[in-house]
């Protein structure tokens, strides 16, 4: 059964042109200009209830217009969507009852209050019933971790504690789909692993489809089974993350701080990027080598003052896959399905 | 799919009349309990009407002994600093709407609200009328203070019990006018313009700077079509010269503009939310 199905999705802004200056701006006032900007270019797509699914793109794809348009907030230009039977923009209000959305640079916490407060006044919006309620707001408390600060006013949390408030108070009402907008954006590594074990679990437990924008290939690849991709409001793939990893996540990229310059690096599966004195950047391609074999090579070779290891940034996986899908053109949507 | 639709009591929910009441009584709930943190503007809002208040007891003093007579437009003195007390204590106490939603459209927080099953005018409303009904209780007795001090204890008797009928319906359709200027940041973003016109409606042909029977008489033909008489001046004016027969003619008077008015508002609400532009991404 479909919890999401779009055809055709569309949404257009006009954006006002402002010419710098002071000139600019009175004429603006009197001849203003506008361009058409497309935010979301017809995508289609269909989510399982129960899958798990990332929903990427660069800057400026489209990814929140179109979690936007899925919750209602926001009304298409075109195009066709149904959220568990209801169009998301018409039946707003009773969609609402069966999702949960979290927004990751914005709060549904009330500033001055503690998060018990908002708990409270979200068991009433959602209609929760006393006894349900209360069980269900106690079980969350220990599975988030919350006991600590549930009467701390949420102007005197740190993100993190902050961040675990609203997710917990998003699965209050026990959503059927958790809309999550960049939910771990500035959060230390602890924290985004215990969010992501906490997601996973209510995935697993109640069935509950997760519909996840991240920059952070650990959340993709840590919660979701299926991603897909869009860049100038086009999707252009659709895949599962396994299949993903296996074809774009290919390398990782190592920095090295060496005790002295490094002379004649050459190994299997890694390239060099740049080297400046005593500093090395290396590129690890993960098909043909691994992290572990590489590290050790060059500590039998030199001494390393300090390493560290990064993923590609999301916007080169997205290049590669949009370099690859030019490729491909004809067959428009690169998809694993 | 169907079945979705079908269970919308389903997950322990209630589903009736009763909770949506209870929804909106706790919204209201909090938004007390979040305005307490903001002590500060209280008093600073209290100490701005015992000045104002101050400097209008001197005006009229002046005006009373200039004109030489006990009344004026059929108010006595004590008569309009008290009306003068209600109309500052009722303005000071409703909330700017204005600069709310501009920081919820600009911020991109209206997406929360709208993601969830709750009217955003009704949200919106019961948190205004419980503010006003803690700080209109406080202001009344900053500036009652003050006219108990120079005027000495008033006998409202009945005009209590009116001005709190009467005030429903005033913080109504303010609240309704105020939600209509708001709700043009759906459109442009900046909407403190337009209030601060409002305001100066309200000042002058809403009964604030004084009472309408002051007016010249073809002015208080103009506002006695304007809904701004319906704010202020209904208001101030049942307290101070209580008149039973007046009274069911102004609530008369409330309900059409807060029929005709609460339908423009949903309209302006259903134009402008699906052209809204949430900021954020």
Known sequence: ?337 | MHGVRQRSTEGGRRGSRLAKLLKYAAVGKVTIRNHLAYVTDFFIRSIFLIIILYIFIQLWNTTFRGEGTELIAGYSFEQIIWYLIFAESFVIACPSLSTKIEEEVKSGDIGYKLARPVSYLWFHYAGYMSEVFIRMPINLAVGGMLGILVLGPPGFGWGWPGFLLVSVGAFTINFLLNMMLALCAFWVEETRGLEFVYHKFLFTVGGMLMPLELFPQVLQKVCAWLPFQAIVYFAARTAVSFDAEAMWRMLGTQAFWIAGLGAALMFIYRKGVSKLHVNGG
């Open chain 1, 1 to 337: 059964m479909a919890a999401i199905e779009i055809s055709g999705l569309s949404k257009t802004f006009l954006v006002k042109n402002k010419k710098p200056g002071l000139r600019g701006s009175i004429q603006s006032l009197f001849k203003p200009q506008f361009t058409r900007k497309v935010a979301v270019r017809s995508i289609d797509f269909q989510v399982d209830q129960g899958e798990t699914v990332a929903f990427l793109g660069p800057n400026g794809a489209g990814k929140s217009t179109t979690i936007k348009m899925l919750t209602g907030i926001l009304h298409p230009s075109e195009g066709r969507a149904e959220v568990l039977g209801f169009c998301p923009w018409k039946d707003r209000k009773h969609l609402a009852y069966h999702i949960g959305a979290v927004f990751g640079q914005k709060s549904q916490l009330w500033y001055h209050l503690p998060p018990t407060d908002t708990f409270e006044l979200m068991s009433r919006i959602y209609e929760l019933k006393r006894g349900e309620y209360m069980a269900r707001r106690n079980e969350l408390v220990r599975r988030f971790g919350l006991e600590p600060y549930m009467n701390t006013p949420v102007r005197k949390l740190s993100l993190g504690e902050r961040m675990r408030c609203e997710i917990a108070a998003s699965l209050l009402h026990r959503p059927r789909i958790l809309f999550l907008d960049e939910p771990t954006i500035g959060l230390d590594v602890v924290v985004k692993q215990q969010i992501r074990q906490l997601i996973r679990e209510m995935n697993r437990e109640e069935g509950m489809t997760v519909f996840l924008t991240s920059h952070d290939p650990g959340d993709i690849e840590q919660l979701c089974n299926r991603a897909i991709v869009i860049n100038h409001g086009q999707m252009i793939l659709d895949d599962t993350v396994a299949n993903m990893k296996r074809e774009y996540l290919t390398y990782k990229t190592i920095e090295l701080k060496l005790a002295e310059e490094a002379k004649d690096v050459s190994l299997h599966g890694v390239k060099v990027l740049a080297q400046h004195e005593c500093t090395l950047r290396l590129s690890v391609n993960t098909s043909l080598t691994t992290i572990e074999k590489t590290l050790s090579d060059m500590l039998r070779r030199f001494r390393i003052r300090d390493v560290t290891i990064e993923d590609p940034p999301m916007e080169e996986i997205i290049a590669r896959i949009y370099a690859k899908s030019a490729v491909h053109k004809q067959s428009g949507v690169l998809t694993g399905k």
